[in-house]
């Protein structure tokens, strides 16, 4: 292709072989040249036409002009930093630092070097999400008073082999899917006014945190975010309570399980999600039910979005708005630590 946008990728895991390949490969303008892996075999059988090489030779290589991060948690800023002196710019999973001041750190280097460094927060792309989106743009439910956003999974048995469940400062739930939750709130509704969490390690042998249940306060409105490793029922997804009704939408957004199975984004229907949300209202004395067709998700916008960033466009994902959201993963760390609310606009470790 030409005048296609040459990535290199570090990480060939389930980030990378799930999500980030699978999205490149199929956005025009993109081509992924290397992957930094010692995977070479499951590289060139997935993508022959990539070349397999190190984080140096990837970080080195003049043609190169995108670095995506797609390795471990606790390597993402510093390889983020690297390949921006190095010259390129980064696409970076989240949580894109360990902690507040590894973040401004990436984004002191992304402002000295003028490279882009945009954080993979895929999940603003979720079909349910953009439903929700809709229905608050629109003001379907009226004043809204409260809204949930649970990410529960069913895991009794902690898997010691996998690094998100070993003891360690990016392991646990709270940097993985807290990092989600927190992105799309802050999206939805904007900085809140005080951060109050509850992180848990609960199953038996837990090392990491398995469990968190954060209140973002506003004015007049809540937000809860929830997730934990031991629910078999199944629990909404999104629940968003207003004057004129509540929505509800049960499931996961499907474009991760299609990925994972081998599906691409290229045909008609990507991202359909048969399940529908539901609104209930009160209208003369009965509750009347609803149904809400979901939005298909667009998971492919992301890196349409990065292409047309670095040829001069506006980034799918701000820095700013992915510090925001580093921010509220640590004022939860603080906050469940000293078991008080945190403002917002604080000092990082100073209480309300």
């Given at each position: 292709m030409t005048?296609?946008i040459?990535?290199g990728m570090?990480?060939f895991g389930?980030?990378?072989?799930?999500?980030?390949?699978?999205?490149?490969?199929?956005?025009?303008?993109?081509?992924?040249h290397?992957v930094a892996?010692r995977?070479?075999?499951k590289v060139k059988?997935?993508?022959?036409?990539?070349?397999?090489?190190?984080?140096d030779?990837?970080?080195?290589?003049?043609?190169i002009?995108l670095?995506?991060?797609?390795?471990p948690?606790?390597?993402?800023a510093?390889?983020a930093i690297?390949?921006?002196?190095?010259?390129?710019?980064v696409?970076?999973?989240?949580?894109?630092?360990?902690?507040?001041s590894?973040a401004l750190k990436v984004?002191e280097?992304?402002?000295a070097?003028g490279?882009?460094?945009?954080v993979f927060?895929?999940r603003r792309?979720?079909?349910?999400f953009l439903?929700?989106?809709?229905?608050?743009?629109q003001?379907?439910?009226?004043?809204?008073?409260q809204?949930e956003?649970?990410?529960?999974r069913?895991?009794?048995?902690?898997?010691?082999?996998?690094?998100?469940?070993?003891p360690g400062?990016g392991s646990?739930?709270?940097?993985?899917?807290?990092?989600?939750?927190?992105d799309?709130?802050?999206?939805?509704?904007g900085?809140?006014?005080?951060?109050?969490?509850?992180?848990?390690?609960l199953?038996?042998?837990?090392?990491a945190t398995?469990?968190?249940?954060?209140?973002l306060?506003y004015?007049?409105?809540?937000?809860i975010?929830h997730?934990?490793?031991?629910?078999?029922a199944?629990?909404?997804?999104?629940?968003?309570?207003?004057?004129e009704?509540?929505?509800t939408?049960y499931?996961?957004?499907p474009?991760?399980?299609m990925l994972?199975?081998g599906a691409?984004?290229?045909?008609d229907?990507w991202?359909h999600?048969a399940?529908?949300?539901?609104?209930?209202?009160?209208q003369n004395?009965?509750?009347?039910?609803?149904?809400?067709?979901?939005?298909?998700?667009?998971?492919p916008?992301f890196?349409q979005?990065?292409r047309d960033?670095?040829?001069?466009?506006?980034?799918?994902?701000?820095?700013?708005s992915?510090?925001q959201?580093m921010?509220l993963?640590?004022?939860a760390?603080?906050?469940?630590?000293?078991?008080?609310?945190l403002?917002?606009?604080?000092?990082?470790?100073?209480d309300?």
């Open positions: 005048n296609a040459n990535v570090i990480g389930l980030a990378g072989t799930a999500f980030h390949a699978p999205l490149i490969t199929t956005t025009e303008g993109l081509s992924l290397t892996t995977q070479n075999d059988r997935a993508y022959p036409n990539a070349s397999v090489g190190s984080v030779e990837v970080l080195a290589h003049p043609e002009e670095v995506v991060v797609a390795s948690n606790d390597t993402h510093d390889l690297r390949a921006m002196q190095a010259g390129k710019h696409v970076i999973d989240k949580p894109f630092a360990l902690n507040y590894e984004k280097i992304s402002e070097t490279k882009q460094a945009i927060h895929n792309w979720d079909g349910d439903t929700v989106r809709q229905l608050i743009e003001g379907t439910l009226g004043a809204l008073t809204f956003s649970h990410f529960d069913f895991r009794p048995a902690v898997d010691a082999s996998k690094w998100r469940e070993q400062e646990g739930v709270w940097m993985d899917l807290g990092a989600h939750l927190g799309q709130a802050l999206e939805l509704f900085p809140p006014r005080s951060v109050f969490a509850d992180l848990g390690a199953r038996d042998q837990a090392q398995d469990y968190f249940h954060v209140v306060r004015d007049d409105f809540r937000v975010l997730s934990t490793t031991v629910a078999c199944p629990t909404p997804r999104f629940s968003l309570h207003g004057t009704g509540s929505f939408i499931g996961l957004d474009q991760e399980s994972r199975r691409r984004p290229t045909f229907g991202g999600d399940t529908p949300g539901e609104i209930v209202r009160l004395g009965a509750f009347v039910r609803e149904t809400v067709p979901t939005q298909p998700g667009n998971y916008a890196y979005g990065v960033a670095l040829r001069g466009g506006e980034s799918p994902v701000s820095l700013g992915a510090l959201v921010r993963l640590e004022l760390k603080q906050s469940d630590a000293s078991g008080q609310a403002s917002f606009d604080a000092p990082i470790g100073q309300v």
